[in-house]
């Protein structure tokens, strides 16, 4: 979302925030061109007439694969924040995962948009009542997973954020009421003493099923699954954490076959089109989850603006479907996707 009209809409500092990344940015370029590094293999002579996109998550069958990640700070790029994006998921289907660094509370997103699917996502605090807190609030109030982000035991090296000395107005978990927080102090709060100890704790305690999200190596895949996790997404955290990791897609394979269908395998980061969907189911994820592409709709249109990229990521699924000759998304599998011969 490095786009001319985004910075002239959200001024330089929010949109620093929102699009950028660690370091160089290696990696947050990178996770876009890690997609394009795959070439698909469509076949032919297939009936495409009938096209089913669903995917089974979290033991439900979902239209589509596209879940909403969790983005802080949302009222940062629209007013609509928060109710627009999960406004948004509920108007396309998709499953919504709200941020522990929110601007609207977990009750009232579920108030304003009772019938979206959703999930928190939860950062442990040094104060881990906040975090207690968080969890028993989103519990209460019909969030049907916990997702632990297991990436962020400090805050990423955020060169634009250090130039612009960007600030938050509204995280209401963390500083309800207070004067405005710069990323730094908010990184700050977070706890990195969190072990696989504690995971194992979360997991028994939290009374939902719990995903970890931040997993690259199939050495702390199979550790996810001994700790109880229901699920984990593949992901460098859209390339804000540690710059020149792997990219979702280039470590997803290894974690598809250490974990051999024990939990659900969701991957993120670049995904800005329905082929590269396409791509994640066909190495074998079983969901994907879409940022920025969401967030820049979001700061364009609100809720609409949301939707209708949401709307066209589907779209660009079924299409691909069609003209892979595989009408049925669960049918996708490695024979679809070769390395690209391009550069
Ligand atoms: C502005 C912004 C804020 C984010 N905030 C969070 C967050 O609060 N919690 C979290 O787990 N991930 C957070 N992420 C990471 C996303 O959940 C996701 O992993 C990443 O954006 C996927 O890459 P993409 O933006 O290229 O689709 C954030 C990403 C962005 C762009």
Redesign the pocket.
């Given at each position: 979302m490095d786009d001319e009209d985004l910075r002239e809409l959200l001024g330089d500092a929010a949109h620093g925030?929102?699009a950028g990344g660690a370091g160089d940015e290696i990696t947050l370029r990178d996770?876009m061109a890690s997609w394009s590094r795959l070439a698909l293999h469509p076949r032919v002579l297939v009936d495409v007439s009938r096209r089913d996109s669903s995917v089974e998550l979290l033991g439900r069958r979902r239209p589509h694969p596209f879940v909403v990640?969790?983005?802080?700070y949302q009222r940062h790029a629209h007013a609509d924040g928060e109710l627009g994006t999960a406004g948004a998921a509920a108007d396309t289907d998709a499953v919504y995962v709200l941020?522990?660094?929110t601007t609207t509370s977990p009750a009232d997103v579920a108030a304003a948009v009772p019938d979206v699917d959703r999930w928190f996502?939860l950062y442990v605090f040094k104060d881990r009542q906040i975090s207690r807190d968080l969890v028993t609030a989103a519990r209460e109030t019909g969030y049907e997973a916990l997702v632990v982000?297991v990436d962020f035991p400090i805050g990423g090296w955020r060169e634009r954020d250090r130039r612009s000395g960007f600030t938050v107005e509204h995280p209401v978990a963390l500083n309800p009421g207070g004067r405005a927080l710069t990323t730094a102090e908010l990184f700050a709060l977070h706890d990195p003493t969190v072990t696989w100890d504690d995971i194992g704790q979360l997991a028994d305690e939290a009374g939902i099923p719990l995903l970890l999200?931040g997993i690259l190596r199939a050495d702390d895949a199979e550790r996810a699954v001994d700790a109880g996790a229901a699920g984990i997404v593949v992901?460098n955290?859209?390339g804000?954490q540690l710059d020149t990791t792997l990219s979702g897609v280039d470590a997803l394979v290894p974690v598809v076959d250490a974990v051999q269908g024990r939990l659900d395998v969701l991957v993120?980061?670049?995904?800005r089109r329905g082929w590269d969907a396409a791509k994640a189911l066909a190495l074998g994820a079983d969901a994907v989850?879409?940022?920025?592409?969401v967030?820049a709709g979001l700061a364009r249109g609100g809720r609409t603006g949301a939707a209708d990229v949401l709307t066209q990521l589907v779209a660009e699924l079924d299409t691909s479907l069609a003209l892979l000759g595989c009408p049925n998304a669960r049918d996708l599998d490695r024979s679809f996707v070769t390395p690209a011969p391009w550069p």
């Open positions: 925030y929102f996770n990640a969790p983005m802080a941020s522990s660094q996502q982000t999200k992901s955290h859209g804000r993120d980061g670049g995904i989850m879409v940022g920025r592409a967030l």
